[in-house]
């Protein structure tokens, strides 16, 4: 058997079945039960003719001719036994011969005409099925007593039957009727259920065929399926972004490494004629190809920091920010050989990513160091936390560098976070201009914000804040 292939059949089909069960189990009982009571109340009926009939025979001695003729005044024993329940009436006489015949005549047996010579008032012959001119009957025959003869009561239920008959198939119709619209009001339902479903299937399928993430995404309502598509414009917008960045990346990487891989590329020609160049030109050649091999160095782990840095695997948990800070200002002292200072003030503990926090307070250090080549002033690093004691609570924490170097001019301020970036000033320094770019990316992945600006009195204050 063929499986449904879509939720839309599977929902009309589910809801036709379960509409057509409960409607096939509502009208079965509901005609049972109605067929139950026709049938009772029938039978009840005759039951209290033939014994309304007993107690007339037996209380008066009645003869066959009080059957016979209907009374005028229709008070006689015959209307008495019709009135009630529309009942068909012959009466026999002695040895069982008809007096009376019934409308129509009613069949008459050897233990009916036994029960008519029977002395005894009241016998009663019952007959639950009796065909009666192509009709079914019920007979009960009383004895008057005294072998006067019987009194023949018949009902005819092929007419009830024939009714809960035209019941039943009005039942079945009615249970098709029922189950077709609920077919009909299913499919419709499931329509207007899996259309967004639909959409947003088509809008994946598209993505996946095309491998274009700008892909309008369909988002209405605020139910399963409208949170569903929110989400999955969300996350096309983020793969959108990461394929956007991981393409910048790609592309200035490739524009930074040209140059030293150039540089690196000619000073390698020159090796083959290093036995023609005079000494202080085979130490310069030599400098230069261990100065360019260190700084591709510094580049290449500098762009594996940064897409590691995009790719947010390592775990957030709770931390002191301080601890970090310090952690760095030990390595930038060691490094640098310059005088490092560190005051913290206020709660530091944050929701973050360790490593990734310290290399962003590592790099804020070292670059301070870089810009303030033959400084005297220590490199102060402050950190301000929050005021008091806050029980854990998250929030912002701010961190800053301050150096006495030439400082950074306005037009380099807003453009010093950005990647390869480098001042006029700075391109003879070592370096390779990501170091910046990411903090930016650390800062903005824990809801914070970098900034740089003038120091008063000279030098610049460049930091960044969390909001974790």
């Known amino acids: 058997m063929r499986r449904l292939s879509s939720l839309r059949a599977v929902f009309t089909v ?52 009080d059957f016979a003729v209907s009374d005028p005044d229709h008070d006689g024993p015959l209307d008495d036994i019709i009135r009630p329940s529309r009942t068909d009436v012959q009466v026999l006489g002695e040895g069982g011969g008809v007096v009376d015949r019934g409308t129509p005549p009613l069949p008459v047996d050897r233990h009916d005409r036994a029960v008519s010579e029977d002395a005894v008032a009241g016998k009663v012959e019952e007959h639950k099925d009796v065909d009666v001119a192509g009709d079914r009957y019920r007979l009960a025959t009383v004895s008057l007593g005294g072998g006067r003869g019987a009194v023949q009561v018949a009902q005819q239920f092929s007419d009830t039957e024939d009714l809960l008959r ?84 790609v592309q200035d990487a490739g524009h930074e490494l040209r140059t030293p891989l150039t540089s690196l590329r000619t000073n390698i020609s020159m090796l083959r004629r290093i036995d023609e160049l005079p000494p202080d030109a085979r130490e310069e050649l030599v400098a230069d190809l261990a100065l360019e091999s260190r700084e591709l160095t510094d580049l290449v782990n500098e762009l594996v920091a940064l897409a590691a840095g995009q790719s947010d695997t390592e775990p957030v948990r709770r931390l002191d920010l301080a601890e970090l ?56 690093v402050v950190l301000t936390g929050r005021p008091g004691e806050t029980g854990g609570r998250p929030g912002p924490v701010r961190v800053e560098v301050l150096d006495r170097g030439p400082g950074i001019g306005e037009d380099d301020l807003v453009r010093v976070f950005d990647r390869f970036y480098r001042a006029a000033d700075a391109r003879s320094l070592p370096g390779s201009g990501l170091g910046l770019s990411i903090v930016r990316e650390i800062a903005t992945a824990h809801g914070g914000t970098p900034f740089a600006h003038a120091r008063p009195g000279g030098g610049t204050v460049i930091g960044f804040t969390t909001d974790t």
């Open 14 to 65: 589910s809801f036709a079945a379960v509409a057509a069960a409960v409607t096939v189990l509502v009208g079965f009982l509901s005609y049972d039960a109605a067929a139950r009571l026709v049938r009772v109340d029938q039978q009840t009926v005759f039951a209290e003719v033939v014994q309304d009939l007993r107690d007339q025979v037996r209380e008066h001695p009645l003869q066959p001719q």
């Open 166 to 249: 035209e019941l039943q198939q009005r039942t079945v119709l009615l249970v098709g009727a029922v189950v077709i619209a609920a077919g009909l009001f299913g499919w419709w339902l499931a329509r207007r259920i899996t259309r967004r479903l639909v959409r947003l299937a088509g809008a994946a399928e598209d993505v996946a065929r095309t491998g274009h993430l700008g892909i309008q995404v369909p988002v209405t309502g605020y139910d399963e399926v409208g949170r569903l598509g929110r989400s999955f414009d969300r996350m096309l917008g983020r793969l959108a972004q990461s394929e956007e960045d991981q393409r910048r990346l």
């Open 325 to 380: 800070a310090e952690d760095a200002v030990i390595v930038a002292r060691r490094r640098t050989g310059r005088e490092i200072t560190l005051d913290v003030t206020g709660d530091t503990t944050v929701d973050g990513r360790p490593t990734a926090l310290q290399r962003a307070v590592s790099n804020l250090v070292e670059n301070a160091a870089k810009f303030d080549r033959g400084g005297t002033a220590p490199i102060e």
